[in-house]
C-alpha cells in the first residue's frame, strides 16, 4: 500500500464542511471524487481535522492510501484538474505507510480576521465588525487562554466531548491594515471553540466585556451553573482559516499575516485652497 500527503486550500463558501456527509456537498467528498475520476486505486482518505461549513483552508493536510503507487505530481496535476476552482491540492507527496493526517498532527494554528471596514473584494474571508476596537484589550484579554483551561464554555455540545481540557500553546491578536488578526495554536481544538472565542474577544474589544469576566469563562463552571451566553457571541465562519497542521520536525510558524489583506481606506481628500493672489493697491 502507498501512502501519500496532500496540502490543500480551499475556500469553504459553498461547502457544508470537510468532512463527507450524505446529501451535502463538502471539500473531503469533492476531494474524493477527483481522485476517483483519475482511476487511482483508493483505499482510504483522511483529513486532519474537521472544518465546519463556510470555513476556509489555507494548510489543511490529507492522507491517501493507494493499492498501487503513483508519481505524486502527476496524480496531484490530475486531481487539481478535476476539482472545482475553489479547491485545490498544493502539493502531493510519498509518505511513511505510517502516516496519519490526524494523529502524526503535533498542532494546528487557525486564523480569524476581523475587518474594521466594509470590503466588498474580501467579503467572503472577515467577519465585518461595526463597532469601535480596542486592539490593547483584545490581547490582553487573548493572553489569557495560552496554557491549559476548560473550554467547555466555548464548545457546542460539551458533554459529548471526552473532555473539554486544551493546552492553548499560543494566542496572538495582531493588526494589519483594516484587519485584526486572531491566531490560535493548539494541538486540537473543540467544536465551534475558535469562533466563540473571537465572538467573546470582540466583545473585550468593544467594551462589552471586561477581561476578568472573560479569564472567568475558561473556569469550569460551578455544579448547578447555567452556561454563559458564548453561544450567542458565535463569529461567522466567514473570517476563519485552517492556517497551519503540524508535524514532527516542520519549520516553526512565521510571523501572523493577513490571508486576504484588506487596506486601510485612505483619508478623505481635503479640497484645495486657493492660492492667496496679490492684493493690488488702489491709485
Not at 145 to 172: K, M, W, Y
Not at 221 to 240: D, H, I, K, N, Q
Request: proline share 8%.
Amino acid at each position: 500500500m502507498a501512502t501519500y500527503r496532500l496540502l490543500l486550500e480551499y475556500d469553504g463558501t459553498r461547502y457544508r464542511g470537510w468532512q463527507e456527509q450524505k446529501n451535502a456537498r463538502t471539500v473531503a467528498g469533492e476531494l474524493r471524487r477527483a481522485i476517483l475520476e483519475t482511476g487511482a486505486d483508493l483505499v482510504d482518505l483522511g483529513g486532519s481535522g474537521r472544518t465546519d461549513a463556510g470555513v476556509h483552508a489555507l494548510g489543511q493536510v490529507a492522507h491517501l492510501r493507494l493499492r498501487r503507487p503513483v508519481e505524486p505530481e502527476a496524480l496531484r496535476r490530475a486531481v487539481n484538474d478535476a476539482l472545482p476552482a475553489d479547491v485545490h491540492v498544493l502539493s502531493l507527496s510519498a509518505e511513511a505507510e505510517r502516516f496519519h493526517a490526524r494523529h502524526s498532527a503535533v498542532a494546528r494554528s487557525y486564523l480569524y480576521q476581523v475587518s474594521r471596514r466594509r470590503t466588498a473584494v474580501a467579503k467572503r474571508f472577515v467577519w465585518w465588525v461595526k463597532r469601535p476596537l480596542d486592539l490593547g484589550r483584545m490581547a490582553a484579554a487573548a493572553s489569557r487562554l495560552e496554557g491549559r483551561h476548560d473550554f467547555a464554555a466555548f464548545c457546542e455540545r460539551p458533554g459529548e466531548q471526552a473532555s473539554t481540557i486544551v493546552v492553548v500553546e499560543r494566542a496572538a491578536v495582531v493588526e494589519d491594515e483594516a484587519l485584526i488578526l486572531v491566531r490560535l495554536v493548539a494541538s486540537h481544538f473543540l467544536w465551534r471553540m475558535v469562533r466563540r472565542i473571537v465572538g467573546a474577544l470582540v466583545r473585550v474589544g468593544a467594551g462589552e466585556m471586561r477581561e476578568p469576566a472573560f479569564a472567568a469563562l475558561l473556569e469550569r463552571p460551578a455544579a448547578g451553573a447555567g452556561r454563559p451566553p458564548v453561544a450567542e457571541w458565535t463569529a461567522p465562519p466567514s473570517g476563519l482559516f485552517l492556517e497551519r497542521v503540524l508535524y514532527p520536525g516542520d519549520p516553526p510558524l512565521g510571523p501572523v499575516a493577513a490571508a486576504f489583506p484588506v487596506p486601510a481606506e485612505p483619508e478623505p481628500r481635503l479640497p484645495p485652497t486657493a492660492r492667496p493672489g496679490r492684493r493690488r493697491s488702489a491709485g
